[in-house]
């Protein structure tokens, strides 16, 4: 038995005991939970970034210092993929409309998921709010922008660096550009 596994199995149950008083116990299951102690080490940091040094503090699940989500209440997402929350520089502005996430769908690094702009003629106001929608088994590529009333079906990839703002509903593709386009049907 290595240090590191000692170690792990003296920290582990005081982890788990801890969860339950920062965290919703719905976000503290799931394969990152279960097949793995990958969450474990998610809710101790946590503990930490959020509940003690105050990063997002309020929200009831592991989520990285680096991302931002404007309102908790309006994200939508399957526990397995609580890893998407771990992803640095990603912003999800829900304030006002919300944003759903396919169960097995991944989020690179700085994605932004937008569901109000600002008015053009006068920059202190937004435009109406629209419901983003990811579909099941897609993935986000990194410094992707997804804009808002924007549906994308079950396994779509976004490609990198991807501007979308029109929604590509049937799925199974690979999207990509600024602004995005059908590259090729999977």
């Known amino acids: 038995m290595t240090v590191r596994s000692i170690i792990i199995a003296m920290v582990l149950p005081l982890v788990k005991l801890l969860s339950v008083i920062f965290y919703d116990k719905k976000y503290l299951s799931g394969r990152w939970f279960s097949e793995s102690n990958q969450g474990w080490r998610w809710v101790l940091i946590g503990i930490w970034t959020q509940k003690i040094l105050g990063f997002n503090r309020d929200i009831p699940f592991p989520i990285s210092p680096f991302t931002k989500v404007t309102n908790y209440n309006n994200i939508h997402f399957h526990p397995d993929n609580i890893d998407n929350f771990q992803s640095p520089g990603c912003y999800l502005q829900c304030s006002r409309a919300h944003i759903y996430i396919g169960h097995g769908t991944y989020i690179a690094p700085n994605v ?28 986000i590529g990194m410094n992707s922008v997804i804009l808002p009333g924007v549906i ?5 990839i976004v490609a990198a660096g991807s501007a979308v703002n029109k929604s590509f509903t049937n799925g199974k593709c690979i999207v990509g550009g600024v602004p995005a386009k059908l590259i090729k049907e999977l």
């Open 112 to 139: 932004g998921i937008i569901t109000a702009n600002h008015d053009p003629y006068n920059l202190d106001e937004h435009l109406d709010a629209k419901d983003v929608v990811i579909g099941e088994n897609c993935w």
């Open 152 to 156: 994308i079906g079950n396994q779509t």
